[in-house]
Protein backbone atom coordinates (compact mmCIF):
# COMPACT_ATOMS: atom_id res chain seq x y z
CA UNK A 1 0.00 0.00 0.00
CA UNK A 2 1.73 3.20 -1.24
CA UNK A 3 1.16 6.14 1.48
CA UNK A 4 0.48 9.39 0.93
CA UNK A 5 2.50 11.67 2.49
CA UNK A 6 2.69 15.14 3.20
CA UNK A 7 4.99 17.21 1.62
CA UNK A 8 6.83 20.09 2.71
CA UNK A 9 8.38 24.07 0.64
CA UNK A 10 11.40 22.85 -0.42
CA UNK A 11 12.81 26.45 -1.16
CA UNK A 12 11.73 27.87 -5.06
CA UNK A 13 11.36 24.37 -6.05
CA UNK A 14 8.77 21.66 -5.55
CA UNK A 15 7.37 20.17 -2.48
CA UNK A 16 9.21 17.12 -0.89
CA UNK A 17 8.73 14.94 1.91
CA UNK A 18 9.33 14.98 4.94
CA UNK A 19 11.96 12.05 4.60
CA UNK A 20 14.39 11.99 1.78
CA UNK A 21 16.06 8.82 0.26
CA UNK A 22 20.09 9.52 0.30
CA UNK A 23 21.54 7.20 -2.06
CA UNK A 24 25.26 6.92 -1.41
CA UNK A 25 24.79 3.72 0.50
CA UNK A 26 22.53 2.46 -1.97
CA UNK A 27 25.63 1.83 -5.24
CA UNK A 28 26.31 -1.68 -4.97
CA UNK A 29 24.16 -2.82 -7.46
CA UNK A 30 20.99 -2.17 -9.56
CA UNK A 31 18.84 -4.19 -7.37
CA UNK A 32 19.66 -2.81 -4.35
CA UNK A 33 19.41 0.80 -5.88
CA UNK A 34 15.84 -0.11 -7.51
CA UNK A 35 14.78 -2.17 -4.46
CA UNK A 36 15.54 0.64 -2.16
CA UNK A 37 13.64 3.51 -4.58
CA UNK A 38 10.50 1.07 -4.55
CA UNK A 39 10.75 0.91 -0.44
CA UNK A 40 11.30 4.92 -0.42
CA UNK A 41 7.92 5.38 -3.14
CA UNK A 42 5.77 3.13 -0.77
CA UNK A 43 7.09 4.40 2.11
CA UNK A 44 5.49 7.83 1.04
CA UNK A 45 8.77 9.40 0.14
CA UNK A 46 9.18 11.52 -3.39
CA UNK A 47 12.57 13.09 -3.18
CA UNK A 48 16.01 11.22 -4.03
CA UNK A 49 19.51 13.01 -2.94
CA UNK A 50 22.53 11.67 -4.61
CA UNK A 51 25.80 13.13 -6.03
CA UNK A 52 28.38 12.61 -8.76
CA UNK A 53 30.85 11.41 -6.18
CA UNK A 54 28.82 8.61 -4.73
CA UNK A 55 30.33 6.11 -7.14
CA UNK A 56 27.80 5.11 -9.65
CA UNK A 57 24.82 6.32 -7.81
CA UNK A 58 23.13 8.78 -11.00
CA UNK A 59 24.04 5.63 -13.36
CA UNK A 60 22.06 3.21 -10.95
CA UNK A 61 19.20 5.62 -10.28
CA UNK A 62 18.62 6.34 -14.24
CA UNK A 63 18.36 3.07 -14.32
CA UNK A 64 16.10 2.07 -11.39
CA UNK A 65 13.82 4.96 -12.25
CA UNK A 66 13.48 3.61 -16.10
CA UNK A 67 13.06 0.01 -14.24
CA UNK A 68 10.49 0.75 -11.98
CA UNK A 69 8.02 3.14 -14.37
CA UNK A 70 7.96 0.10 -17.44
CA UNK A 71 7.88 -2.79 -14.09
CA UNK A 72 5.85 -0.82 -11.65
CA UNK A 73 4.05 2.18 -13.24
CA UNK A 74 6.31 4.11 -10.64
CA UNK A 75 6.03 7.36 -12.98
CA UNK A 76 9.33 9.29 -13.40
CA UNK A 77 7.81 12.44 -12.84
CA UNK A 78 6.78 11.47 -9.56
CA UNK A 79 10.28 11.60 -8.16
CA UNK A 80 12.28 14.98 -7.16
CA UNK A 81 15.70 14.47 -7.44
CA UNK A 82 18.49 17.12 -6.06
CA UNK A 83 22.08 16.29 -7.40
CA UNK A 84 25.19 17.81 -6.45
CA UNK A 85 28.90 18.94 -8.23
CA UNK A 86 31.86 19.58 -6.46
CA UNK A 87 33.21 23.39 -5.76
CA UNK A 88 36.32 22.92 -8.06
CA UNK A 89 37.46 23.30 -12.10
CA UNK A 90 36.73 25.42 -14.40
CA UNK A 91 33.18 26.44 -16.35
CA UNK A 92 33.90 23.45 -19.18
CA UNK A 93 35.41 20.99 -16.40
CA UNK A 94 31.75 21.88 -14.43
CA UNK A 95 29.73 22.08 -17.38
CA UNK A 96 31.00 18.51 -18.45
CA UNK A 97 30.42 16.96 -15.13
CA UNK A 98 26.78 17.89 -14.93
CA UNK A 99 26.08 17.01 -18.65
CA UNK A 100 27.08 13.89 -17.40
CA UNK A 101 24.94 13.68 -14.46
CA UNK A 102 21.84 14.38 -16.69
CA UNK A 103 23.01 11.46 -18.97
CA UNK A 104 23.22 9.30 -16.13
CA UNK A 105 19.84 10.27 -14.77
CA UNK A 106 18.28 10.18 -17.59
CA UNK A 107 17.06 13.75 -17.62
CA UNK A 108 16.95 16.83 -19.33
CA UNK A 109 16.68 19.27 -16.28
CA UNK A 110 17.30 18.39 -12.52
CA UNK A 111 15.07 19.78 -10.13
CA UNK A 112 17.71 21.11 -7.31
CA UNK A 113 21.59 21.36 -7.78
CA UNK A 114 23.76 21.70 -4.49
CA UNK A 115 27.08 22.52 -4.74
CA UNK A 116 28.69 19.62 -3.08
CA UNK A 117 30.73 20.81 0.15
CA UNK A 118 31.33 24.25 0.48
CA UNK A 119 33.72 23.44 3.50
CA UNK A 120 36.32 26.62 3.18
CA UNK A 121 36.04 30.03 1.86
CA UNK A 122 37.53 29.58 -1.10
CA UNK A 123 34.43 26.85 -2.33
CA UNK A 124 32.13 29.78 -1.71
CA UNK A 125 34.68 32.09 -3.60
CA UNK A 126 34.71 29.86 -6.45
CA UNK A 127 30.87 29.92 -6.41
CA UNK A 128 30.59 33.49 -5.21
CA UNK A 129 33.13 35.08 -7.55
CA UNK A 130 34.61 32.20 -9.84
CA UNK A 131 34.36 29.61 -11.97
CA UNK A 132 30.93 28.49 -10.14
CA UNK A 133 29.61 31.88 -10.87
CA UNK A 134 29.96 31.41 -14.79
CA UNK A 135 28.53 28.12 -14.37
CA UNK A 136 25.72 28.66 -12.56
CA UNK A 137 24.77 31.61 -14.60
CA UNK A 138 24.85 28.94 -17.62
CA UNK A 139 22.78 26.58 -15.93
CA UNK A 140 20.32 29.03 -15.14
CA UNK A 141 19.91 30.67 -18.46
CA UNK A 142 19.71 27.61 -20.38
CA UNK A 143 16.79 26.50 -17.90
CA UNK A 144 18.84 23.10 -17.03
CA UNK A 145 18.13 23.66 -13.02
CA UNK A 146 14.31 24.19 -11.32
CA UNK A 147 16.90 25.90 -8.27
CA UNK A 148 20.60 26.02 -6.81
CA UNK A 149 21.40 25.00 -3.19
CA UNK A 150 24.86 23.90 -1.11
CA UNK A 151 25.59 20.96 1.23
CA UNK A 152 28.20 22.36 3.82
CA UNK A 153 30.39 20.41 6.53
CA UNK A 154 32.44 23.94 6.90
CA UNK A 155 32.20 26.17 9.75
CA UNK A 156 29.12 28.38 11.20
CA UNK A 157 30.37 31.59 10.26
CA UNK A 158 30.80 30.18 6.69
CA UNK A 159 27.68 28.40 6.78
CA UNK A 160 26.29 31.72 7.64
CA UNK A 161 27.72 33.73 4.83
CA UNK A 162 27.04 30.96 2.32
CA UNK A 163 22.95 31.04 3.37
CA UNK A 164 23.33 35.06 3.53
CA UNK A 165 24.50 35.34 -0.02
CA UNK A 166 20.82 35.00 -1.71
CA UNK A 167 22.16 33.01 -4.42
CA UNK A 168 21.00 29.76 -2.58
CA UNK A 169 17.50 28.39 -2.70
CA UNK A 170 18.40 25.02 -0.39
CA UNK A 171 20.70 24.38 1.88
CA UNK A 172 22.20 20.60 3.26
CA UNK A 173 23.09 21.10 6.80
CA UNK A 174 24.46 18.64 9.79
CA UNK A 175 21.63 18.80 12.38
CA UNK A 176 21.16 16.36 15.02
CA UNK A 177 19.42 16.57 18.44
CA UNK A 178 22.89 15.48 19.99
CA UNK A 179 24.59 18.23 18.10
CA UNK A 180 22.53 21.51 18.17
CA UNK A 181 25.43 23.90 17.30
CA UNK A 182 23.53 24.21 13.67
CA UNK A 183 19.86 24.36 14.54
CA UNK A 184 19.91 28.36 14.28
CA UNK A 185 21.14 28.42 11.04
CA UNK A 186 18.54 25.96 9.88
CA UNK A 187 16.40 28.76 11.69
CA UNK A 188 17.56 31.82 9.49
CA UNK A 189 17.73 29.76 6.45
CA UNK A 190 13.88 28.93 6.72
CA UNK A 191 12.73 32.99 8.00
CA UNK A 192 14.73 33.36 3.96
CA UNK A 193 12.36 30.84 2.73
CA UNK A 194 15.32 28.34 1.87
CA UNK A 195 14.48 24.86 1.91
CA UNK A 196 16.53 22.69 4.59
CA UNK A 197 17.57 19.53 4.30
CA UNK A 198 18.91 17.53 7.66
CA UNK A 199 21.87 15.26 6.79
CA UNK A 200 22.13 12.16 7.85
CA UNK A 201 20.51 12.51 11.13
CA UNK A 202 20.59 9.01 12.63
CA UNK A 203 24.14 8.22 12.00
CA UNK A 204 26.05 11.27 12.09
CA UNK A 205 23.65 12.06 14.80
CA UNK A 206 25.05 9.76 16.78
CA UNK A 207 24.15 6.86 15.30
CA UNK A 208 20.63 6.92 16.91
CA UNK A 209 20.00 3.78 15.24
CA UNK A 210 22.39 1.45 17.71
CA UNK A 211 21.73 3.18 20.76
CA UNK A 212 23.64 2.49 23.51
CA UNK A 213 21.36 0.65 27.25
CA UNK A 214 21.71 4.51 28.48
CA UNK A 215 20.42 5.77 25.50
CA UNK A 216 17.15 3.71 25.14
CA UNK A 217 16.83 3.54 28.84
CA UNK A 218 16.74 7.92 28.75
CA UNK A 219 14.60 7.77 25.62
CA UNK A 220 11.66 5.42 26.81
CA UNK A 221 9.18 4.85 25.86
CA UNK A 222 10.24 6.28 22.46
CA UNK A 223 13.22 5.13 20.26
CA UNK A 224 15.89 7.48 20.26
CA UNK A 225 16.13 7.83 16.35
CA UNK A 226 12.34 8.58 16.48
CA UNK A 227 12.92 11.03 19.31
CA UNK A 228 15.96 12.28 17.35
CA UNK A 229 13.54 12.55 13.92
CA UNK A 230 11.16 14.15 15.76
CA UNK A 231 12.98 16.75 17.26
CA UNK A 232 14.05 17.97 13.59
CA UNK A 233 10.59 17.95 12.07
CA UNK A 234 9.34 19.68 15.53
CA UNK A 235 11.97 22.44 14.44
CA UNK A 236 10.60 23.22 11.14
CA UNK A 237 13.44 20.92 8.89
CA UNK A 238 12.20 20.49 5.48
CA UNK A 239 13.65 16.61 5.05
CA UNK A 240 15.38 14.52 6.73
CA UNK A 241 17.83 12.38 4.77
CA UNK A 242 17.68 9.09 4.47
CA UNK A 243 20.66 6.49 4.42
CA UNK A 244 18.63 3.31 4.01
CA UNK A 245 21.00 0.24 2.74
CA UNK A 246 17.97 -2.17 3.62
CA UNK A 247 14.45 -2.04 3.62
CA UNK A 248 14.33 -2.03 7.66
CA UNK A 249 15.83 1.44 7.36
CA UNK A 250 12.53 2.83 6.48
CA UNK A 251 10.57 1.70 9.63
CA UNK A 252 10.33 4.47 11.58
CA UNK A 253 10.50 6.98 8.42
CA UNK A 254 7.28 5.49 7.55
CA UNK A 255 5.34 5.84 10.42
CA UNK A 256 6.91 10.04 10.65
CA UNK A 257 6.06 10.59 7.26
CA UNK A 258 3.33 12.54 8.25
CA UNK A 259 4.75 13.82 11.63
CA UNK A 260 4.20 17.43 11.62
CA UNK A 261 2.88 18.02 14.82
CA UNK A 262 4.39 19.97 17.72
CA UNK A 263 6.23 17.69 19.97
CA UNK A 264 3.86 16.15 22.13
CA UNK A 265 4.24 16.37 25.92
CA UNK A 266 5.74 12.88 26.26
CA UNK A 267 8.11 13.17 24.09
CA UNK A 268 8.79 16.80 25.46
CA UNK A 269 9.53 14.53 28.97
CA UNK A 270 11.38 12.32 26.72
CA UNK A 271 13.95 14.70 25.39
CA UNK A 272 14.23 16.54 28.52
CA UNK A 273 15.75 12.86 30.36
CA UNK A 274 17.46 12.35 27.58
CA UNK A 275 19.69 16.01 28.81
CA UNK A 276 19.01 15.43 31.78
CA UNK A 277 20.80 11.37 31.82
CA UNK A 278 23.69 13.43 30.00
CA UNK A 279 24.01 16.47 32.28
CA UNK A 280 24.08 13.57 35.62
CA UNK A 281 26.86 11.47 33.72
CA UNK A 282 29.27 14.61 32.82
CA UNK A 283 28.19 16.16 35.44
CA UNK A 284 30.31 19.65 35.60
CA UNK A 285 32.15 18.50 32.95
CA UNK A 286 30.06 19.11 30.31
CA UNK A 287 31.07 21.49 27.06
CA UNK A 288 28.03 23.45 26.62
CA UNK A 289 29.31 24.32 22.92
CA UNK A 290 28.98 28.14 23.31
CA UNK A 291 32.43 27.82 21.14
CA UNK A 292 33.35 30.56 23.43
CA UNK A 293 36.99 28.77 23.74
CA UNK A 294 37.50 29.79 20.04
CA UNK A 295 39.37 30.22 18.34
CA UNK A 296 42.78 28.00 19.29
CA UNK A 297 46.16 29.34 18.37
CA UNK A 298 46.83 25.37 17.56
CA UNK A 299 43.50 25.41 16.03
CA UNK A 300 42.46 22.54 17.61
CA UNK A 301 38.57 22.32 17.05
CA UNK A 302 37.87 22.07 20.98
CA UNK A 303 34.12 22.00 20.59
CA UNK A 304 33.57 19.45 18.52
CA UNK A 305 36.10 16.87 19.97
CA UNK A 306 34.20 17.80 23.63
CA UNK A 307 31.19 17.19 22.08
CA UNK A 308 32.32 13.58 20.90
CA UNK A 309 33.38 13.62 24.93
CA UNK A 310 29.16 14.77 25.60
CA UNK A 311 28.28 11.73 23.34
CA UNK A 312 30.33 9.28 24.71
CA UNK A 313 30.34 9.42 28.25
CA UNK A 314 26.89 11.51 28.91
CA UNK A 315 24.87 8.87 26.59
CA UNK A 316 27.22 5.68 26.10
CA UNK A 317 27.49 6.34 22.40
CA UNK A 318 31.37 5.07 22.60
CA UNK A 319 31.69 3.30 19.66
CA UNK A 320 29.92 5.94 17.27
CA UNK A 321 32.39 8.90 18.98
CA UNK A 322 35.39 6.93 18.22
CA UNK A 323 34.32 6.26 14.58
CA UNK A 324 34.47 9.96 14.20
CA UNK A 325 37.08 10.90 16.24
CA UNK A 326 39.71 8.60 14.57
CA UNK A 327 38.64 9.98 11.29
CA UNK A 328 39.90 13.19 12.25
CA UNK A 329 42.78 14.03 9.62
CA UNK A 330 42.29 11.75 7.52
CA UNK A 331 38.98 13.23 5.22
CA UNK A 332 40.63 16.46 4.30
CA UNK A 333 38.28 19.43 4.65
CA UNK A 334 35.40 16.97 5.00
CA UNK A 335 35.93 16.54 8.58
CA UNK A 336 38.32 18.27 11.54
CA UNK A 337 42.02 18.32 11.21
CA UNK A 338 43.67 18.53 13.95
CA UNK A 339 43.16 16.30 17.19
CA UNK A 340 43.44 17.03 20.27
CA UNK A 341 47.14 15.64 20.54
CA UNK A 342 47.83 18.86 18.94
CA UNK A 343 47.12 20.87 22.30
CA UNK A 344 50.36 22.51 23.90
CA UNK A 345 48.45 23.45 27.42
CA UNK A 346 48.49 27.08 26.89
CA UNK A 347 45.58 27.41 28.20
CA UNK A 348 43.96 30.69 26.69
CA UNK A 349 40.95 28.56 26.43
CA UNK A 350 40.54 28.06 30.20
CA UNK A 351 39.80 32.04 30.87
CA UNK A 352 37.29 31.93 28.29
CA UNK A 353 35.15 29.31 28.98
CA UNK A 354 31.99 30.45 30.96
CA UNK A 355 31.86 26.83 32.44
CA UNK A 356 35.47 27.01 33.73
CA UNK A 357 36.48 23.92 32.30
CA UNK A 358 39.91 23.02 32.51
CA UNK A 359 39.95 22.26 28.63
CA UNK A 360 43.34 20.78 28.39
CA UNK A 361 42.69 18.08 30.56
CA UNK A 362 39.58 17.17 29.21
CA UNK A 363 40.80 17.45 25.51
CA UNK A 364 43.19 14.97 27.52
CA UNK A 365 41.40 12.69 28.15
CA UNK A 366 39.18 12.53 25.38
CA UNK A 367 42.31 11.77 22.95
CA UNK A 368 42.83 8.75 25.61
CA UNK A 369 39.40 7.55 25.88
CA UNK A 370 38.42 8.00 21.83
CA UNK A 371 41.98 7.00 20.33
CA UNK A 372 42.10 3.84 17.88
CA UNK A 373 43.36 2.67 14.40
CA UNK A 374 41.23 4.12 12.04
CA UNK A 375 38.58 1.92 10.46
CA UNK A 376 38.31 2.14 6.31
CA UNK A 377 35.59 4.90 4.87
CA UNK A 378 32.69 3.81 2.99
CA UNK A 379 34.21 6.15 -0.14
CA UNK A 380 38.37 5.46 0.57
Known amino acids: MIIHSQKRSFGKGCNVSLFTLGTMRATDNLNKM????????HTGINHLETAASYGKAEILIGEALKKLENHENIIRKEWIITTKILPKG??????NNFRNSLKNLKLKKIHNLAIHGINLSEHLDWVLNGEGEKFLKWVIKNDLVDQVGFSSHGSYKLIEKAINSEIFSFCNLH?????????????????????????????KGGRLYAPSDTLLKAS????????????????GITTLSLGASKIEDFNIAKKLINS????????????NNIEKVGNEQLKSSKCEQCRSCLPCPSEIPIPEILRLRNISMGYGQLEFAKERYNLIGRAGH??????????IECN???????????????LKQTHDLLLEKPKKRLWD
Open 34 to 41: YSLIKRAH
Open 334 to 343: WWEEKNASFC
Open 260 to 271: TQKLSSSEIIAL
Open 348 to 362: ECVPKCPSKLNIPEL
Open 220 to 235: APYHPLELGYRFLLSK
Open 175 to 203: LHFLDQSKISLAQLALKKKMGVLAISPAD
Open 90 to 95: DFNFVK
